[in-house]
């Protein structure tokens, strides 16, 4: 999870702190002055810039009102207002200033402190690494063939697992939540838009050429157990990189997604899971995923029929992390087992046996 806007600043000048004006908590807005060095040299030196210019700009008039060659006159107002505008520079390196709506996260230094002049940045979300992989199972030994009226869908999600609707399927997609912070060890003052959150993850290759801009996401943050918070994708990374060791790892896509309403409690730098829903089907027959062997025109399943086990062959389309949508070879209200289960004798236990009743 990571600020979509964040600031590192850092004073253009070293100098003595005379004033903090803010303090970690407090929200600030673009522009609004955060603290301030002691500048009574400089303000000596725009006053002496400014007398200088004076002085030019009355020789100046004095050849005008006697005719004379101004050229030289003019010349030295052109540098006696260089000089003015470098004071004047000079000055306001004296003071710093918030470049972006937030809230202040650190504060380093109190009035009186020494401070040296550092470079200061303002950022649009930060690039959050981490690794995931393709996760979801069936849990149970049994399962049953069944249609349902809600939707059902696939999903690309993160290492916690997506789960299939009934009714349709999910298949699993690794990705990482960002877990990055923003305040930088060496800034003076660090300010996060905490209104506006985003979470950067990575999809593998093959989840991420489902993906698109605007897609609905869900997101589970460790830190608020039990709490799904909804997101968007807003940029997919046109170009690939490569987790693991020397680079020869699982290729991956960056993914950034939007937090739509963020909750109390979510911050930059929790660890977060994504599940995207890339499809959907309704009113389907599906199975469990575990159910199924095989893959394409080679998938089959196991269906007890007056107590024996008859493998058949079946037509799968939609598949998902936990279930997937049967086209043809089997029909509701068949009883299907489960390939561990295969090898017992079948029983009528419902969940958890070696068969389960079919469902509607």
Known sequence: MVSAASANLNFETSGTLRRVRVEPGEKVHR????????????????????????????????????????????????????????????????????TID???????????????????????????????????SSAGSSGSAGSSGSSGSSESSSPSGGSGSPGGSGSGAGSSGGAAGTAGATSFVTIADLDDLQVNAQFAEIDAAKLAEGQQATLMVNALPGEKVSGHITHIDPTASASGSNG?????????????????????????????VVSKVGDELYLPSAAIQ??????????????????????????????????????????????????????????????????G
Not at 105 to 114: E, I, L, P, S
Not at 317 to 340: C, F, H, N, W
């Open 31 to 98: 522009g609004q002055v955060l603290a301030s060095l002691s500048s009574a040299q400089a303000n000596r030196q725009l006053t002496a810039a400014n007398a200088q210019l004076a002085v030019a700009q009355q020789s100046l008039d004095q050849a005008k009102s006697h005719k004379a060659d101004t050229a030289q006159a003019q010349s030295q107002v052109d540098q006696a207002r260089v000089q003015v505008g470098q004071a004047q520079e000079a000055v306001g390196q004296n003071t710093l200033r918030s």
């Open 102 to 136: 937030g809230t202040v996260t650190a504060v380093n230094g109190q009035a009186g402190d020494r401070v040296s002049a550092g470079a200061s940045t303002t950022t649009k979300g930060s690039s959050s690494m981490g690794s995931g992989g393709a996760s979801g």
């Open 248 to 276: 020869s790892g699982t290729v991956q896509y960056g993914v950034t997604l939007d937090v739509d309403s963020p909750p109390g409690g979510l911050k930059p730098g929790q660890s977060t899971s994504v599940s995207v």
């Open 294 to 359: 095989g893959a394409g025109a080679q998938a089959t399943v196991v269906v007890l029929r007056n107590d024996q086990q008859l493998r058949r062959a079946v037509q799968v389309g939609l598949r998902g992390d936990q279930t997937t949508q049967i086209l043809s070879g089997v029909a509701e209200g068949d009883r299907i087992v489960l390939p561990a289960a295969a090898s017992a004798p079948p029983s009528r236990s419902g969940p958890g046996g070696g068969s389960g009743p079919a469902g």
